[in-house]
């Protein structure tokens, strides 16, 4: 019985992980690379959602709808960053953060203006139900859709950064961004390129969260805070880190919301349980990053040695 | 950098007009515009502290939030439980959020870079939650206070007008505070840090001690700003420390000028002034256009917050100054 109830929250941690990998992984790189901090990559998670939204009830296909919503947020990266975020890059971190500040209030009221403060979006019809594991363990089988997707787009990425000839120009921009300069990538395309992969995964993401979450203004800002604790505790241009940091944040969060108001409980009087369990969770996050970063200042997989 | 110096007659005449102000209002039967100019004074003191930080010691906070909304708790618990007295309960938050900016900095100055930047903000969030989450004080959805703190001695500051002189002697003295601070020999250190921290430790001042210390004293006047705010709308609720709100104060510190004395007021004046335009006065063609535009004025904010970044990043006090880079 405890078991699967740990089981249960284990795979839905491990799902909530694999979301915030798709947000962290773009996030990282663009960083990593570009030495740019862009606070409105939860905008372009939030017009991901809106896109699929859109779509999925123009097709009536979800499946069709997300893939047409990808591309999309792709395009509108790509061409965010060829009409203004490439302007920044020069710019010290101050001027990154207020600009795409900036920009996420300009896109929340565009958003607003366009298609109101949110949009329906329903799991697909075949995935409403759950599905047995094994006998007496039943999970949500749109939950176990969102892990095997993000568990191919991870893998994805990884063949991408890992094996591909842009793969190893995007490692050696992080890695040294002069030299590899120096010796002859073609940098503005290749950030193009990034910018435009990292908006596609946000789309991912905001679409596959939507039916779970909720597709609506501002639904981009909460969870691009707990991106950037990820990519702080990875190590902010390591894709590597984003995938531990991912993991990590996802399990410790959803573990630590479900399981430490029990174990207060049971140490606690009730009344000061009930207040102090779930306070003491929504900012464990918070306090594993400020662990973190005491003991290792540079994240757990510093980009740059 | 560039630093406005306002002439003597200058000063005298912003002086002369915020004094006067309550009188021509009250002329005008206006009571709402006395009640806004009390919020962009506070907000101009939150701001100010935040240019200590942002400006003059060049610390990238991103969580300043935390110490107003702090300061702003601390205050209306002490309301809520029966502590009327602003002698004690504007103190005590000037307290509580030294004491929030002195353990939130010492683990965040260790820091560097972008992860300063990240950390801060971490913290703030850390705030946000744990007060959403004092449901004894109304959780997430805020703490209506009984009434303004009490000051005694014939003051009383639930007249709108003996409000808005209070919050401006509290703005007058962090700017005379700021401006002294500044030209100290503390005030030149944090500068030269900000400038060249490897040179600064070299030549052998306590780098890590000064920053702390600065990044305290800018915390305590936030959580000035903080009780006056709370105080003001007799209501406090989390999203005084939400992350957005730590962004408005920044914003607010880079469209008035970051570094400047006045930066901070200028800018909460122009924000808050920005707002209110668009929420409030409808422009015939700009309603042709968008006809719900009053209800958008986030779209105003950042489209003006982007040209201030992308063509003029030293604020309206570098545009006043006129001192081209």
Request: proline share 4%; aromatic share 8%; glycine share 12%.
């Amino acid at each position: 019985m405890s078991g699967i109830l740990i089981l249960e929250q284990a795979l839905n941690g491990l799902q909530f992980g694999l979301m915030l990998f798709l947000l962290a992984a773009g996030l990282t790189l663009v960083f990593g690379i570009m030495d740019m901090i862009n606070l409105a990559h939860g905008s372009l998670y939030m017009l991901g959602a809106f896109l699929a939204a859109t779509f999925v009830s123009l097709t009536g296909s979800f499946a069709l709808g997300v893939l047409l919503a990808v591309p999309a947020t792709a395009a509108l990266g790509m061409l965010l960053e060829m009409s203004l975020l490439r302007r920044l890059y020069a710019r010290d971190h101050l001027s990154q953060v207020l600009a795409t500040f900036a920009l996420i209030l300009v896109f929340n009221e565009a958003v607003r203006i366009v298609w109101g403060t949110d949009l329906p979006l329903a799991a697909p019809e075949a995935l409403s139900g759950p599905v047995e594991l094994f006998p007496g363990m039943l999970y949500s089988s749109y939950r176990l859709l969102i892990i095997a997707v993000g568990a191919a787009a991870a893998g994805l990425l990884y063949y991408l950064v890992a094996k591909t000839r842009i793969g190893m120009r995007v490692r050696a921009g992080a890695s040294n961004r002069e030299m590899a300069l120096a010796m002859g990538a073609d940098i503005p395309r290749l950030f193009t390129v990034v910018f435009g992969i990292a908006a596609g995964l946000c789309a991912v993401a905001g679409a596959l969260l939507g039916p779970i979450l909720a597709v609506q203004v501002g639904m981009g800002e909460n969870i691009l805070i707990v991106a950037f604790v990820v990519i702080v505790i990875g190590g902010i241009g390591s894709v590597r880190g984003a995938l531990v940091g991912s993991l990590i944040v996802g399990m410790v969060d959803t573990i630590g919301r479900a399981f430490l108001p029990i174990a207060f409980g049971a140490f606690l009087p009730p009344q000061l349980a009930s207040a102090a369990g779930p306070a003491t969770a929504s900012v464990l996050v918070y306090l594993l990053m400020a662990v973190i970063l005491t003991l290792r200042p540079q994240g757990l997989f510093p980009a740059r040695g | 950098m560039a630093r406005l110096r306002p002439g003597a007659v200058v000063l005298g005449l912003v002086v002369a007009a915020a004094l006067a102000f309550p009188f021509v209002m009250r002329a005008e039967g206006d009571a709402y515009y006395l009640s806004f100019a009390s919020r962009i004074l506070i907000y101009a003191l939150a701001a100010t502290s935040l240019n200590l930080v942002l400006g003059y010691g060049g610390m990238i906070s991103f969580g300043h939030a935390a110490f107003v909304g702090t300061g702003a708790y601390v205050s209306s618990i002490l309301l809520a439980e029966g502590v009327a007295s602003a002698w004690i309960g504007w103190p005590a938050a000037i307290a509580a959020s030294a004491l929030a900016a002195l353990a939130i900095g010492a683990v965040s100055l260790r820091t560097r870079g972008v992860y300063f930047i990240m950390i801060t903000l971490a913290f703030a969030q850390m705030t946000y939650f744990l007060v959403n989450s004092m449901k004894a004080y109304g959780g997430d959805e805020g703490l209506t206070l009984p009434a303004r703190a009490r000051v005694g001695g014939g003051i009383d500051l639930d007249d709108a007008q003996t409000f808005y002189y209070v919050a401006l002697a509290a703005l007058a003295a962090a700017l005379v505070a700021l401006h002294r601070l500044a030209h100290s020999r503390f005030g030149r250190v944090i500068r030269a840090i900000r400038e060249n921290e490897t040179r600064a430790e070299a030549i052998g001042f306590p780098v890590y001690r000064y920053k702390l210390v600065c990044f305290v004293i800018a915390g305590a006047a936030a959580g000035l700003a903080g009780a006056l705010l709370a105080s003001h709308g007799k209501y406090v609720n989390p999203s005084v420390l939400h992350w957005t709100q730590s962004g408005s104060l920044m914003v607010m510190v880079i469209i008035g000028g970051v570094g400047s004395l006045w930066g901070g007021a200028l800018g909460a004046t122009a924000l808050l002034g920005l707002e209110d335009l668009v929420a409030n006065h409808r422009v015939a063609w700009v309603a042709a256009l968008l006809p719900n535009y009053p209800q958008h004025a986030g779209l105003a904010v950042g489209l003006v917050l982007l040209a201030v970044v992308l063509f003029a990043p030293q604020g309206i006090a570098g545009l006043l100054a006129r001192r081209p880079r």
